[in-house]
């Protein structure tokens, strides 16, 4: 079974409620919420404010993607917000094995987020502590961007990792994802849809997300 997680980021923020809403009533799993600093991505969304909002009416889990420069810095503030998952990215922090400690100490499930550049190795030390890898499919920073299709050779990459080392991760691919690709991606070995544009930006949102949802798609055992 896979998890589909809306990314608030392509909703329209002036009708905050009723996208919260479509989420809470719709088949999906997780919220995906995006914070940018202007800093690690050119673009700056919103922070902890936001996200404790979006907590007090959000029923599902709270998959918080962390774009910003020295995540340790903020970490337990996003888990008082109401995160139930951190996700930060593995180029933004010396200090990797320490930050994902961290995350757990919070009670948040912790994620490794890699940019389309970086390789699937630098996962190698630290693979057995994650619930999450998030592949990144496009360069993060903004929605509505194209999918990079090298990416299906990381997600298998990913995947083999996981399956050989016995790791309890699962994999989210995240940018340009829609109904096009959705099944390439699960059989390629993720677990997590995250859709922006694709649901926000549909005339029928939530059946956009059902579609999702409904896609047959099992991995192709290890590569
Ligand atoms: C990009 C963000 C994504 C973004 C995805 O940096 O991490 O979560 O919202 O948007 P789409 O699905 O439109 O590519
Ligand atoms: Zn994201």
């Known amino acids: 079974m896979h998890y589909v997680a809306p990314s608030l980021l392509a909703a329209d923020f002036r009708r905050l409620d009723q996208a919260i809403e479509l989420v809470n009533t719709s088949e999906a799993d997780w ?31 709270l998959d918080v993607h962390l774009m910003i420069d020295q995540p340790e810095r903020y970490i337990e503030s996003f888990a008082r917000a109401g995160a139930t998952g951190i996700t930060v990215h593995a180029e933004a922090t010396n200090h990797l094995h320490r930050v994902i400690q961290q995350i757990k100490e919070t009670g948040c499930k912790a994620g490794v987020a890699l940019n389309p550049h970086t390789p699937v190795s630098v996962l190698e030390n630290v693979i057995e502590e994650l ?56 059989e390629a070995g993720a677990r997590v849809l995250v859709a922006g544009s694709a649901v926000f930006k549909a005339e029928d949102p939530a059946g956009v997300i059902q579609q999702l949802k409904g896609i047959s798609g099992n991995p192709v055992g290890i590569v």
């Open 131 to 186: 619930d999450l890898v998030l592949i990144m499919t496009v360069n993060p920073g903004f929605g509505g961007q194209k999918f990079i299709y090298n990416s299906l050779q990381k997600i298998r990459q990913a995947y083999d990792m996981i399956v050989v080392r016995n790791s309890p991760a699962i994999i989210e691919v995240d940018g340009g994802i829609g109904l096009q690709n959705a099944q390439k991606v699960l």
């Open 31 to 61: 919220f995906h919420l995006d914070v940018m600093d202007g800093s690690f991505v050119p673009n700056i969304s919103f922070g902890q404010f936001i996200i404790e909002q979006v907590a007090q009416d959000a029923k599902k889990y």
